[in-house]
């Protein structure tokens, strides 16, 4: 069965420093999402991307933030300047379409990466 | 403000039994609620998914209900297994041309006892 997939599992940053999560949504799927859960805490929207372009964000999404589809297949979210704050577990999803039924919706998650600001 | 809040936070049973999660929302526009299963760790897991015109749905030993007239729902475990420990979130999905969007919920966190 087709799965999101996320790079890598865990990774250890310095604070001020960029990193690059990876994410390779189902492939027939059209909408992309980044989630975030700071430990403990609920599962909170970041942004959702259609067809090459931020459809909407949340305002976590500040500036730091950026997503990227750089080919066909990944789908990226870069921190420029990572924060203490930012550490967290980041979760991709994505989901067919956005369509009343809920089987063209329905988002599929990544199992997530651990990100840890030092 | 959309909001989806849940209860109890933390719950433990003895394997076997039963147990109902209680799930309240104030999300608009109102799409379709679902419950996930969320392992320590991993990503959410999809149990039910629900829209405004149905009133329960099952899956195995899960089964969900909603009333969307008082913005609530619940996911009742039948017959637990020591498998089913894990946190059980509400999520409300809301449906915009741009695209769609999740709330969540706190989650509540289930331990399964032998």
């Known amino acids: 069965e087709p799965e999101v997939t996320q790079t890598p599992s865990h990774q250890v940053t310095q604070m001020g420093q960029e990193v690059i999560l990876r994410c390779v949504p189902i492939s027939n799927h059209l909408y992309f ?6 430990l403990g805490q ?5 942004v959702s991307f259609y067809n090459n372009e931020i459809s909407e964000k949340s305002e976590i999404f500040d500036d730091q933030f950026s997503v990227e589809r750089p080919d066909g ?15 967290a577990m980041y979760f991709c999803a994505s989901s067919p379409g956005t369509g009343i039924g809920t089987s063209t919706n329905e988002q599929f998650f990544g199992p997530g990466t651990r990100l840890t600001v030092l | 403000k959309n909001q989806v809040e849940q209860s109890p936070q933390s719950l433990i049973i003895l394997e076997g039994k039963n147990c109902t999660l209680q799930c309240n929302y104030t999300v608009s526009p109102f799409s379709n609620l ?14 039910t998914i629900m ?44 449906i915009k041309a ?15 006892k032998p």
Do not use: M
């Not at chain 2, 679902?34 to 149990?47: A, E, F, H």
């Open chain 1, 33 to 38: 999402y980044w989630y975030r859960q700071i």
């Open chain 2, 98 to 112: 741009a695209g769609n969007k999740l709330t969540f919920g706190g989650g509540t966190r289930v331990l399964v």
């Open chain 2, 51 to 94: 829209t405004f015109s149905e009133n329960t749905k099952s899956n195995g030993r899960y089964t969900a209900t909603l009333d969307a007239d008082t913005k609530q729902s619940s996911l009742h475990i039948t017959a637990s297994q020591l498998s089913d420990s894990a946190s059980y979130i509400c999520v409300v999905l809301s």
């Open chain 1, 73 to 87: 297949s990944n789908f990226t979210l870069k921190i420029r300047s990572t924060k203490l704050e930012d550490s």
């Open chain 1, 42 to 46: 609920k599962v909170e929207f970041l």
């Open chain 2, 34 to 47: 679902r419950w996930y299963k969320q392992d320590t760790g991993r990503g959410p897991v999809s149990l």
